[in-house]
């Protein structure tokens, strides 16, 4: 992490490579405003101690802007340690923000290459997205959510499944390129044209229910 920090060329931090545009939802910073356990409860730990595992930070905070489309500099912050006091750091920029663990070498290489795919695969070898499935395998968040991990959509259907496939299917051309992602995106296939419209038409909803400046 520490060697791409250093080596990489300076506007590393502004990869964008999915060319993500979303604003970061408004729950990120007020955690109490979203109602799927995994992400309020990971939400309000960051409050009260300015941490998370790893891997709540991965495959949770940063599957979910990933797949809804948040912008990776939005949910980044700072560019650099010198500029976290800077007036035109944005007040939605996160990461640097919550942690208390936020070096700017850490942060970049984690949210920019490993968490958004933003670099297009200099650091990872496929974007780190996964949907409910993942999250009800490896933790108990869903035993007691509102939403149900095993729906991709309808009443009740977690965000996190339509989402994803959502984001699978919007970026299925960028995507093929990345050889680990071929048995991922080959699953679209057994999905018709119905359901994909019923996805879509799901997380644009999402997105215009929970982010008022969302773009489209």
Request: net charge negative; glycine share 6%; proline share 5%.
């Amino acid at each position: 992490m520490h060697g791409i920090y250093i080596y990489m060329n300076p506007d590393y931090s502004q990869s964008n490579w999915f060319n993500h545009t979303q604003p970061l939802p408004d729950f990120y910073w007020h955690a109490e405003k979203t109602d799927m356990n995994c992400l309020l409860q990971i939400l309000s730990q960051v409050e009260r101690t300015g941490y998370a595992h790893h891997i709540q930070r991965l495959m949770v905070l940063s599957n979910f802007a990933l797949i809804v489309g948040v912008s990776p500099q939005s949910i980044l912050g700072a560019l650099s340690v010198g500029e976290l006091n800077s007036p035109r750091v944005a007040p939605e920029e996160w990461f640097h923000g919550a942690f208390i663990d936020a070096y700017d070498w850490v942060m970049q290489t984690n949210v920019i290459g490993m968490g958004q795919f933003a670099d297009g695969g200099i650091l990872a070898s496929k974007p780190y997205a996964a949907s409910a499935n993942y999250i009800n395998k490896m933790s108990d968040y869903c035993s007691s959510c509102a939403y149900n991990p095993r729906k991709r959509t309808g009443e009740g259907a977690c965000p996190f499944n339509f989402l994803y496939w959502d984001f699978l299917c919007r970026h299925r051309d960028q995507l093929k390129a990345q050889g680990r992602m071929s048995l991922v995106l080959s699953h679209i296939d057994r999905i018709s044209d119905q359901d994909i419209q019923q996805i879509r038409e799901e997380a644009l909803r999402w997105r215009s229910d929970n982010i008022p400046e969302h773009t489209t």
